[in-house]
Nanobody, 123 residues
Framework: VQVAESGGGLVQPGGSLRLSCVAS????????IAWFRQAPGKEREAVSC????????KYADSVKGRFSISRVNANNTVFLEMNDLKPEDAATYYC?????????????????WGQGTQVTVSS
């Protein structure tokens, strides 16, 4: 049972990336999924999450209007579309999954965590 991120890379400021979080060993549609990020020397922070029901989503203030989270249950995948990237968005991005809560929360109590994918924003 695991989740795995992909899609990171180097992008110029103002550019876009789409991160993927793929689940294996369980059905992602039963889980709330969150994206976190951690930059060197900084604490891990929640970026966005999507509930397991109702399509409820949540975003950190710093990414509202630029990032979009979505899920394709048939592919057992959650995406994080990131637009208008800024240097301060550079970090390792992690996805996490949990099924205790009906809606998604910004907290660190998620059950399954991926290994992360690196996003670099630089000209």
């Amino acid at each position: 049972v695991q989740v795995a991120e992909s899609g990171g890379g180097l992008v110029q400021p103002g550019g876009s990336l789409r991160l993927s979080c793929v689940a294996s060993g369980f059905s992602l549609d039963l889980y709330a999924i969150a994206w976190f990020r951690q930059a060197p020397g900084k604490e891990r922070e929640a970026v966005s999450c999507i509930a397991r029901v109702d399509g409820y989503t949540k975003y950190a203030d710093s990414v509202k209007g630029r990032f979009s989270i979505s899920r394709v249950n048939a592919n057992n995948t959650v995406f994080l579309e990131m637009n208008d990237l800024k240097p301060e968005d550079a970090a390792t991005y992690y996805c996490a999954a949990e099924k205790r809560n009906r809606y998604c929360l910004f907290y660190f109590g998620y059950d399954f965590w991926g290994q992360g994918t690196q996003v670099t924003v630089s000209s």
